[in-house]
């Protein structure tokens, strides 16, 4: 799977929008990238997931430029809670088997400040 | 419409004893993972389950770990003889038979959290 690159650390005001970066420039064709989060001491929380085109669901949008070397989770309305490790992984769907596993960076510590 | 379920969610066991972990996938998923999380570090793939059958097993320990994901029942990751090093969070993820480019997602558990005395 492509390697990313994430800040490691974003601030960001309650109810304003959040929006952390990520880059993977090694990006194949086949790779889709997709976002998790994990507050403190929780199992990771899947976010969204997209392959070259923008998504949107009922917590975040995504981003991806056009060469798909870098991508954007936008987090509308942060809230308190929202605080959490925000990671962007990178890996092909329906590979064969041995390839099926998710590889978690360092990810984004994003702080939302009352 | 139960998530991923792992219990026990806190195990502490001294060294030398054996640690069970239970991970219930989401009803209908027929793939499982599992993860660990060492203090202040990131989710490390351990190994990947289909029903009965192990596919990839390569981020687990060769020695003291094995995982199982019977027919009926829990998938369970066992650790042998534990050692202090072994302290971390489990955690458990699933995923649906089948997968399309939309499925093809992992959910996962609220984790276990081994502490070795």
């Known amino acids: 799977d492509a390697k990313t690159t994430q800040p490691p650390s974003m601030d960001c005001a309650e109810g304003r929008a959040a929006n952390l970066p990520c880059n993977h420039s090694t990006i194949s064709g086949n790779e889709y990238v997709y976002w998790y989060r994990q507050i403190h001491s929780q199992g990771p929380q899947y976010i969204i997931h997209?392959?070259?085109n923008n998504e949107t669901n009922e917590m975040a949008s995504l981003i991806i430029t056009e060469d798909r070397k870098s991508s954007t989770l936008i987090l509308p309305h942060a809230t308190l809670r929202d605080t959490a490790v925000y990671y962007c992984?990178?890996?092909?769907?329906?590979?064969?088997?041995?390839?099926?596993?998710?590889?978690f960076g360092s990810g984004t510590q994003l702080t939302v400040l009352p | 419409n139960a998530g991923v379920m792992q219990n026990p969610r806190h195990l502490v066991r001294r060294r030398g004893q054996e640690a069970r972990l239970r991970c219930s996938p989401v009803?209908?998923?027929?793939?499982v993972y599992w993860y660990r999380q060492l203090p202040e570090e990131g989710l490390k793939f351990m190994v990947y389950?289909?029903?009965?059958?192990?596919?990839?097993e390569s981020g687990m320990p060769k020695e003291r770990f094995s995982a199982e994901f019977p027919k009926e029942g829990p998938s369970i990751l066992r650790i042998q003889q534990v050692v202090r090093g072994d302290s971390a969070a489990y955690f458990c993820?699933?995923?649906?038979?089948?997968?399309?480019?939309?499925?093809?997602?992992?959910?996962f558990g609220p984790g276990t959290r081994l502490t070795v005395l």
């Open positions: 009803k209908g998923h027929s793939h």
């Open positions: 993820a699933s995923s649906p038979p089948n997968p399309t480019a939309t499925t093809d997602t992992q959910y």
């Open positions: 997209g392959l070259k």
């Open positions: 389950l289909q029903k009965e059958n192990i596919i990839d």
């Open positions: 992984i990178v890996r092909f769907v329906i590979s064969s088997g041995s390839a099926r596993q998710l590889t």
